[in-house]
């Protein structure tokens, strides 16, 4: 039988499991993942960067882009040093575009402002840029044992069910409710250790066990606590009653090749805004309609240009469907073209590219 334990003041009048810091942490120690490359550190530097690249995105990904981040920036002084366009074409591939600008601004502020040394609280490290109060409580518990829990999107998750919390997660005045329950959950009296494995439990739970859809109840080694899988209403926790709106759009891709050099063609691209999608990126210049992208050529070249297959891509709030119209120069001839720049096929790897840009491309530099 699980027992009670005293709740923060502001969390209502919730009963909080006592076991479930305990069991929680000896599964993480038993079962949990431990093979990471950002585990088993106390350097803030790379938890951070770690927790930044897992924002929204699978381990899968980040494996392959956290030890090449890290070759070229391997402590927080690296990265503030580097250039804008060196940090932008690491991070390319991996989206959500604004973590990499606030990744760079972050470190030049530590090492402007903080002499290149990390805060040790949650609470300084929430007055860096980029760095909210979840990743802030992680840094915090990962590295110098803070007794302040996470709470991103599968935490939350993991929570509702376990307590059945029945706060619309939609508005932030449950969120801050559930937090504060967060806070009540917390092991007692809990070693450096005992918080590196909780914390980490947290997230190995949410991420292997407790799944959107289809929790594998029978593997969760709190299921005898959770209050949804005794009523059998996991798929009804948690509840957020606002769903995102999905934008549907249309762009036209200018794709400018140049391949007088056999042996090295190269593109014309232009660099995004610095707001919006994909913004600070290089691409191809885009169009709302093939209207203007003809508009914006000489007559002369409206001709030659070659429809490629659209390209559909997901963003957050917007479902983009690409259409690369690829213009291929008579060689030795310079044309009038839109604002931009020529970038050798040689040199893309070198630029920060939006995903399918990048690959549509690389397809056609040979």
């Not at 080694?221 to 209403?233: K, N």
């Not at 009653?241 to 042996?263: G, H, K, P």
């Not at 997901?314 to 469907?321: F, G």
Request: with cysteine; aromatic share 8%; proline share 8%.
């Amino acid at each position: 039988m699980s027992r009670a334990v005293v709740v923060p003041a502001d969390a209502g009048d919730a009963v909080l499991p006592s076991d479930f810091a305990p069991l929680l942490i000896e599964w993480q120690r038993r079962a949990g993942r431990s093979g990471l490359p950002w585990q088993h550190t106390r350097d803030p530097y790379l938890v951070w960067l770690s927790e930044v690249m897992l924002q929204q995105t699978q381990v899968s990904s980040v494996l392959s882009y956290y030890p090449r981040f890290l070759a070229r920036c391997p402590d927080v002084q690296a990265l503030a040093s580097a250039s804008s366009d060196e940090v932008m074409a690491l991070w390319s591939g991996l989206g959500y575009y604004s973590r990499a600008r606030n990744l760079h601004r972050c470190a030049q502020v530590v090492v402007r402002d903080h002499g290149g040394v990390f805060p040790r609280t949650a609470e300084g490290l929430q007055t860096l840029p980029g760095i909210g109060a979840s990743t802030a409580a992680a840094i915090a518990a990962f590295c110098y044992g803070e007794r302040i829990s996470i709470l991103d999107g599968n935490v939350r998750r993991v929570l509702s069910r376990l307590l059945a919390f029945e706060g619309d997660l939609a508005q932030q005045g449950p969120q801050r409710e559930l937090w504060s329950l967060a806070q009540g959950l917390l092991p007692v009296g809990p070693t450096l250790d005992d918080m590196t494995a909780y914390t980490q439990g947290l997230m190995d739970l949410g991420a292997t066990v407790c799944a959107r859809s289809k929790p594998t109840c029978d593997r969760c080694p709190v299921r005898p606590i959770c209050q949804a899988h005794a009523t059998e209403q996991t798929q009804r926790f948690p509840i957020k009653t606002r769903r995102l709106v999905r934008r549907f759009e249309n762009w036209w891709l200018l794709v400018v090749r140049d391949a007088s050099d056999a042996a090295q063609p190269r593109f014309w691209l232009e660099r995004r805004p610095s707001s919006g999608i994909w913004a600070g990126l290089y691409c191809p210049p885009v169009y709302a309609d093939e209207a203007a992208l003809l508009a914006a050529l000489p007559e002369s070249l409206r001709g030659r240009l070659e429809a490629l297959e659209p390209v559909a891509h997901s963003l957050t709030h917007r479902e983009l469907r690409l259409h690369p119209l690829l213009l291929q120069l008579p060689a030795g001839r310079v044309q009038p073209l839109p604002p931009g720049q020529w970038v050798n096929a040689s040199d893309l790897a070198a630029h920060g590219l939006p995903a399918p840009v990048r690959l549509l491309l690389q397809s056609l530099s040979h």
